[in-house]
């Protein structure tokens, strides 16, 4: 696992917390969210992807596994993602050096 963060996420009108865990592994550039995400959820890794570009960052050519717990629980809005994706790679947010 490359980070762990903690989100949250409303049901009804009790808010929950999320642990938002990210792994990047070898293997065919490809994101897959887990853990019960809504329609919202998943398409945020295409604004993200390009957010990171339009910024200068590299996004990762790599598997990305995008983990939302607990896994009964259905996460709803793009908020969430948007918060938990930026650990996806802590390294490029700070290393100078990884922009292009």
């Known amino acids: 696992m490359l980070a762990r963060v903690r989100s949250g996420a409303l049901r009804g009108i009790d808010a929950i917390i999320v642990d938002v865990e990210v792994d990047v592994?070898?293997?065919?550039?490809?994101?897959?969210?887990?853990?019960?995400?809504?329609?919202?959820?998943r398409e945020a890794s295409d604004r993200i992807r390009a957010a990171l570009r339009n910024s200068g960052f590299k996004h990762p050519q790599k598997r990305v596994t995008v983990n939302l717990?607990?896994?009964?629980?259905r996460k709803e809005g793009a908020a969430s993602i948007f918060r938990s994706r930026s650990a996806s790679s802590p390294r490029t947010r700070m290393d100078p050096d990884s922009r292009s």
């Not at 592994?25 to 969210?33: D, E, Q, V, W, Y």
């Not at 717990?69 to 629980?73: D, L, N, T």
């Open 25 to 41: 592994a070898s293997g065919l550039p490809h994101t897959t969210t887990v853990g019960l995400p809504d329609g919202a959820v």
């Open 69 to 73: 717990a607990p896994a009964g629980v």
